[in-house]
């Protein structure tokens, strides 16, 4: 068959679509042209490996960047160091207070895809954590209903969130103490829509 | 009609002839037509098996795409797809409703492991030694070649791959234009894939070098 309709997508649309970043209609006609168009499959492939080898190169090179301002500011970590040695003896909990100032890391949970082996999502055991949840192609509602659970099924976490740009966002002030979880989105009537997996390194 | 943002449109009157295309192999279809049955699978085997393989990955491939194919040539036989020109989003809504289903039953059978003993809750992510040889070996290729490109588009790659920044932000910081930042964004993905590709050609050629000299080529 010839196909009369052969129209590509643009680089832009194969971007947005390889970082879960479109929808609406939009998403649904680009799948549809995806779904007969070799080309932009190709395409969307090539755009997928070089996103994914970026990410992981970039998550080698990136903190070394971040790190250099911190290395050259010694007196920084010095008057720090100092404060919090303060703080303890003043009586205060610094453990939690650790928690509550240190900025959260953000963990952005995605369904898998690909023909590699996925890798999962991980954060650091007791640590601040803000989960990202890209909720592209669910259905929408005003608020879900977000639950973690541990390895066991016992539950962890609970929260309702209201999504923004597909995403739904949850902050754990406390973080999770180190295993496999299971992170589930629900709709407001408690159906369940999507589980991501979430691993907590000690 | 495809959103003009998402695909550029080359003719008007192409998507109309696209319509008609669909219609026609629908019609066929219906008739249980052999060759309008070989055109479907022809037609969307690669496209089904594409979204399938990037949602799910490559397990039970070819059982999934065989089953979309029949659920999709039935429905038409059947008569459910009322309009044939919506033949795609048709089987889009098939496929997806595939993938929803796949991870439903992860997510039951996950659970019903958890009943049964607790020991099968979990599986073991660690990679065997094999594929963390082979994934950090694709790593360290991709760190060498991100390495490798100049300073402000690696910036670029990390600022828009890694830490998914909009490329307002982007722009702003780095101090370029709308366009300067397609431009340099695209130099630096087609600069990123031709290095990757050179790379590994380059350490491939040694090896096959090697076999030549223990293995004499008889004359």
């Known amino acids: 068959m010839q196909f009369a309709d052969n129209r590509h997508a643009s680089d832009e649309a194969l971007e947005r679509y390889s970082m879960s970043c479109m929808a609406g209609p939009e998403l649904a006609e680009f799948e549809e042209h995806l779904l007969v168009c070799e080309t932009c499959q190709d395409r969307l492939a090539r755009e997928d490996r070089i996103r994914q080898q970026v990410r992981d190169a970039g998550a080698v090179l990136a903190p070394k960047r971040a790190a250099i301002p911190w290395r050259s500011a010694r007196l920084g970590w010095a008057l720090g160091l100092v404060a919090l040695g303060l703080a303890v003896f003043a009586g205060i909990e610094w453990q939690s207070l650790r928690r509550s100032s240190a900025p959260p890391a953000v963990i952005l949970l995605q369904t898998t895809r690909g023909t590699e082996s996925p890798t999962l999502a991980a954060a650091s055991a007791g640590k601040p954590l803000t989960l990202l949840l890209d909720l592209t192609d669910l259905q929408q509602f005003s608020e879900y209903k977000m639950e973690i659970v541990d390895a066991g099924g016992h539950p962890a ?21 180190a295993g496999a979880y299971f992170v589930r989105v629900y709709t407001p009537a408690g159906e369940l829509l999507r589980e991501y997996a979430l691993i907590v390194r000690g | 009609m495809i959103a003009k943002d998402a695909v550029e449109d080359t003719a008007d009157d192409r998507t109309a002839s696209g319509q008609a295309v669909w219609t026609e192999l629908v019609e066929k279809i219906r008739r249980n037509d052999a060759d309008g049955l070989e055109e479907l699978y022809r037609v969307f085997s690669r496209g089904v098996r594409f979204y399938l393989c990037r949602q799910l990955g490559p397990q039970d491939l070819d059982d999934r795409v065989h089953d979309t194919f029949i659920i999709v040539a039935q429905a038409i036989q059947r008569g459910e797809l009322r309009e044939p020109d919506r033949l795609m989003g048709y089987v889009r809504t098939i496929v997806r409703r595939q993938v929803a289903a796949q991870i439903e039953d992860n997510v039951i059978s996950r659970r019903q492991q958890f009943d049964l003993e607790w020991g099968l809750a979990v599986r073991d992510t660690a990679s065997n030694p094999e594929q963390a040889a082979i994934r950090q070996e694709n790593q360290q290729l991709a760190v060498r070649v991100l390495k490798s490109i100049a300073p402000r588009d690696r910036e670029i790659l990390i600022r828009f791959y890694l830490w998914e920044q909009p490329a307002e932000q982007i722009c702003t910081e780095m101090g370029l234009t709308d366009t300067q930042f397609r431009l340099l964004k695209s130099r630096a993905k087609a600069r990123f894939g031709e290095l990757g590709k050179r790379k590994v050609t380059k350490r491939l050629v040694p090896f096959s070098e090697n076999i030549r000299r223990e293995i004499p080529l008889r004359e």
Do not use: K
């Open chain 1, 157 to 177: 976490f609970q929260s309702n969130g209201s999504p923004q740009n597909a995403r739904l966002q949850a902050t754990l002030t406390r973080g999770l103490a």
